[in-house]
Nanobody, 119 residues
Framework: QVQLVESGGGLVQSGGSLRLSCAAS????????MGWFRQAPGKEREFVAS????????VYAASVKGRFTISRDNAKNTMYLQMNSLKPEDTAVYYC????????????WGQGTQVTVSS
């Protein structure tokens, strides 16, 4: 199990940018695959992006591909989500998550950080 803490959320105008961070703690956190999810009011939580433990492979939801970039710095035990060209429909609570391997469920979750995009 790892502990995850998100930061970097806030209010931004449409077309703007934000960078979310997810600080992880745990002895073997650098070996975990990680990801970002989001949940908008009244909607189900949805997948945003994921990254392997090495950072060598990433996957994006179609709705954010080309606008968001997921990355990680294992030396700092931190994962990032660079969000550009933000749209009002990106407004949600963003959660980071970790899993032991790409074929296992995400078992560790952060508390979430609010992102609000105004039109």
């Amino acid at each position: 199990q790892v502990q995850l803490v998100e930061s970097g959320g806030g209010l931004v105008q449409s077309g703007g940018s934000l960078r979310l961070s997810c600080a992880a703690s745990g002895r073997t956190v650098s070996t975990y695959a990680m990801g970002w999810f989001r949940q908008a009011p009244g909607k189900e939580r949805e997948f945003v992006a994921s990254i392997t433990w090495s950072g060598g492979s990433t996957v994006y939801a179609a709705s954010v591909k080309g606008r968001f970039t997921i990355s990680r710095d294992n030396a700092k035990n931190t994962m990032y989500l660079q969000m550009n060209s933000l749209k009002p429909e990106d407004t949600a609570v963003y959660y980071c998550a970790a899993r032991v391997g790409v074929l296992t469920p995400f078992g560790s979750w952060g508390q979430g950080t609010q992102v609000t995009v105004s039109s």
